[in-house]
Nanobody, 117 residues
């Protein structure tokens, strides 16, 4: 059974940085892409960044230039380096995995990121 677990969230001041991690446990079968999403209070969940098994990355406008997505060689660990954070980045961040960047089948429970001004 596949499970995803995020870590690395927490409080940070505006302008600061955080590095989120996502670990996949269980058989990595039919998982060819992973992504980070976030959901702020009262808002819909939105995609932050994605990465394929081949290493191709894609970023939303909110993430370009500030966030970096990466994965390790095992493809069981994914990271999101977030720099120059601002209060609008406050949200629960979720990692997801699936067969492609448009079809995420597995989701983590989320990790809270809180940015204070």
């Amino acid at each position: 059974q596949v499970a995803l677990e995020e870590s690395g969230g927490g409080p940070v001041q505006a302008g600061g940085s955080l590095r989120l991690s996502c670990e996949i446990s269980g058989p990595v079968i039919n998982i060819y892409a992973m992504a980070w999403y976030r959901q702020a209070p009262g808002k819909q969940r939105e995609k932050v960044a994605s990465i394929t098994a081949g290493g191709s990355t894609d970023y939303s406008e909110i993430a370009k230039g500030r966030f970096t997505i990466a994965q390790d060689d095992t493809k069981k660990n994914m990271y999101l380096q977030m720099d120059n954070l601002n209060p609008e980045d406050t949200a629960v961040y979720y990692c997801a995995a699936g067969i492609n960047v448009f079809t995420m089948r597995y989701w983590g429970q989320g990790t809270q990121v809180s940015v204070s001004s």
